[in-house]
């Protein structure tokens, strides 16, 4: 993909940025049954599939967001009644994410549209080219992460 001509060169950047775009819109048609944002269905599926206790540090490491943005997910959420907020015993200020009887009934219909997007998203690729790509894309997201520390 990468041409000798700088007017030609296919732009990385703007490639990823297109799929992402594709992506976010692909999982808000998919959430539109549940009446929630693609974000908000996102951010349902890491919680329920989520073992252990999650925070809103645990959201914003996962999804990449600033401290503000998680809050305007999380507080969006608890105003449509699939999660709530409850402070642990050992620390009142820190709020763990709890998920209601309304998020827990979306499960079903949230798994099964994480999978046909992953499937969507590999239909025609080897699995060995997906490791490539994965790898490429880990190797990216450190040199963006190195490059805003500085």
Same mark, same amino acid.
């Given at each position: 993909?990468?041409?000798? +001509?700088?007017?030609?060169?296919v732009l ?5 940025? *297109?799929?992402? +775009? !594709? /992506?976010?819109?692909? /999982? #808000? ?13 996102? &951010? ?5 599939? %989520? +073992?252990?206790? &999650?925070? !809103? *540090?645990? /959201? ?19 105003? +449509? ?10 620390? #009142?200020?820190?709020?763990?994410i709890v /998920?209601?009887?309304?998020? #827990?009934?979306?499960?079903?219909? @949230?798994?099964?549209?994480? &999978? ?8 025609? @690729? ?5 490791? &490539?790509?994965? *790898? ?5 997201? *450190? %040199?963006?992460?190195?490059? #805003?520390?500085?």
């Open positions: 993909m990468r041409c000798d +001509n700088m007017e030609n060169q990385i950047g703007r490639v990823i940025g *297109k799929l992402s +775009n !594709q /992506i976010h819109r692909n /999982i #808000a048609i998919s959430c539109s049954s549940t009446n929630m944002s693609g974000t908000q269905g996102r &951010v349902l599926h890491f919680i329920l599939s %989520n +073992n252990g206790d &999650v925070f !809103q *540090k645990d /959201i914003e490491s996962e999804f990449n967001l600033r401290p503000s943005t998680a809050t305007g997910i999380l507080k969006l959420m608890e105003k +449509n009644g699939v999660i709530r907020r409850e402070s642990t015993p050992y620390d #009142a200020r820190l709020k763990k /998920i209601t009887e309304k998020g #827990a009934g979306l499960k079903d219909q @949230i798994a099964k549209d994480v &999978v046909h997007l992953e499937e969507t998203l590999m239909l025609g @690729i080897s699995q060995e080219d997906l490791n &490539v790509f994965l *790898k490429v894309l880990d190797q990216m997201l *450190k %040199n963006l992460e190195e490059e #805003a520390s500085f």
